[in-house]
Antibody, heavy 115, light 108 residues
Framework: QVQLVQSGAEVKKPGSSVKVSCEAS????????ITWVRQAPGQGLEWMGGTTKNAEKFQDRVTITADESTRTAYMELSSLTSEDTAVYYC??????????????WGKGTTVIVSS | EIVLTQSPGTLSLSPGDRATLSCGAS???????IAWYQQKPGQAPRLLMYGTTNRATGIPDRFRGSGSETEFTLTITRLEPEDFAVYYC?????????FGGGTKVEIK
């Protein structure tokens, strides 16, 4: 059974970048199978992208990569503003297909952007 | 972008009640590409349903999904105490993948 373990909480200054990691344990790891979703405080879920495609909203600011040798995916978000304060989740896309549901989720990484 | 609108925003019910949650899509979505997730406070979302009607592993049969094209429904036939949570629908047929705004099912 795949489990996704995310890196710890971050506090960042406006204008800086944050890089969140997501390590998969158990099961088969595919670099195309990890996607990222964020949730601002008290808000709903917002898809950010995966290794093969990003949401247009984040196109210029997000870099999503994955390393099969370490079974770890990364999401780096640049030019942070207070609106990027959120919990960032990695999730496995079933079957490694971009257009599919998310069947395993990490516990989330809190990112706070504050001066 | 396909916008998903969930209603109602909040559902106040008692254990044992039937819950009916709606998810409307701005454009037609194949029923193969609709999922539902449950989220409890301080926890990550959990997959409940996929392909509109298929329950994820370990999900009890009191959860039932239905719908087509632009109208989808999640029904919880008899609410258990652990079912009080926020529920999100999602479409994964078109990029960007989108979620509804959520329906909170709270104890009356």
């Amino acid at each position: 059974q795949v489990q996704l373990v995310q890196s710890g909480a971050e506090v960042k200054k406006p204008g800086s970048s944050v890089k969140v990691s997501c390590e998969a344990s158990g099961g088969i790891f595919s670099t195309s199978a990890i996607t990222w979703v964020r949730q601002a405080p008290g808000q709903g879920l917002e898809w950010m992208g995966g290794t093969t495609k990003n949401a247009e909203k984040f196109q210029d600011r997000v870099t999503i990569t994955a390393d099969e040798s370490t079974r770890t995916a990364y999401m780096e978000l640049s030019s942070l503003t207070s609106e990027d304060t959120a919990v960032y989740y990695c999730a496995r896309v079933y079957g490694g297909d971009f257009f599919n549901y998310m069947d395993v989720w990490g516990k989330g990484t809190t990112v706070i952007v504050s001066s | 972008e396909i916008v998903l609108t969930q209603s109602p925003g909040t559902l106040s019910l008692s254990p044992g009640d039937r819950a009916t949650l709606s998810c409307g899509a701005s454009h037609s979505v194949s029923s193969s590409f609709i999922a539902w997730y449950q989220q409890k406070p301080g926890q990550a979302p959990r997959l409940l349903m996929y392909g509109t009607t298929n329950r994820a592993t370990g999900i009890p049969d009191r959860f039932r999904g239905s719908g087509s094209e632009t109208e989808f429904t999640l029904t919880i036939t008899r609410l258990e105490p652990e079912d009080f949570a926020v529920y999100y629908c999602q479409q994964y047929g078109y990029s960007p993948l989108t979620f509804g705004g959520g329906t909170k099912v709270e104890i009356k």
